[in-house]
């Protein structure tokens, strides 16, 4: 151990003449313990904090495949201007359409759902599930410009087996995990959040 090698080199190199009484030595011999002690207790926890942030880390890329949810279908809109968001589909759609409304819930404007065309130039009877960028004009169904504020976004849809379903702004799959500077951010549709900003993963 560290501090009986110190002790060690203290007796070798000691005035023969006058030699470190033996309670000094037992002092110094306490102290030096406890030195050592307190430095393995440090590299103790550093390996510990170590260990778990790679536990950490490893069950934040097990999430890739599952869905997070930031809590919150709003947008902000500023007046005179388009906002550009995405909502995740869970199923195949055959039609419907994504809503805006005001945060009373006092309808605005719709956005249809629209179909892809087919290599032919038909359109296709359903869109394959996944995340879908749409962009609101800022006008409502009367095509009045709405004024700067949030408005909340929400979606009705029939689904390849005529079932109705629901979704939202605000929740989708988690498609890859990027670190920097030891802060995890998961990607989202076409964007990246920080781990801290997602209040729930299922």
Do not use: C
């Not at 023969?16 to 009484?21: E, V």
């Not at 709003?74 to 995740?88: D, K, L, P, Q």
């Not at 589909?89 to 006092?106: A, C, R």
């Not at 605005?108 to 892809?116: G, H, L």
Request: net charge negative; hydrophobic share 35%.
């Amino acid at each position: 151990m560290i501090f009986l090698q110190l002790l060690l080199v203290q007796l070798q190199y000691q005035d023969p003449t006058s030699p470190t009484d033996s309670e000094t030595i037992l002092t110094q011999t306490s102290q030096l313990a406890a030195l050592e002690s307190a430095q393995n207790t440090n590299d103790a926890l550093e390996k510990l904090s170590l260990s778990l942030q790679t536990s950490q880390e490893f069950s934040i890329v097990n999430s890739i495949g599952k869905r997070a949810d930031l809590g919150s279908d709003a947008i902000t809109h500023e007046e005179g201007s388009s906002t550009t968001f995405e909502v995740y589909f869970p199923e195949d759609i055959k039609s419907g359409s994504v809503t805006i409304t005001d945060l009373d819930g006092n309808f605005v404007a719709d956005i249809p759902i629209e179909m892809p065309e087919n290599a032919d130039g038909t359109t296709a009877d359903q869109l394959g599930a996944g995340v879908y960028q749409f962009t609101w004009d800022g006008l409502d169904a009367r095509g009045v410009s709405q004024e700067s504020g949030i408005y909340r976004v929400n979606s009705e849809y029939l689904d390849t087996a005529d079932q109705q379903q629901t979704t939202r702004l605000g929740a989708y799959p988690i498609e890859s995990v990027r670190f920097e500077e030891g802060k995890a951010f998961l990607k989202l549709g076409s964007s990246y959040v920080a781990l801290e900003d997602i209040v729930e993963v299922y």
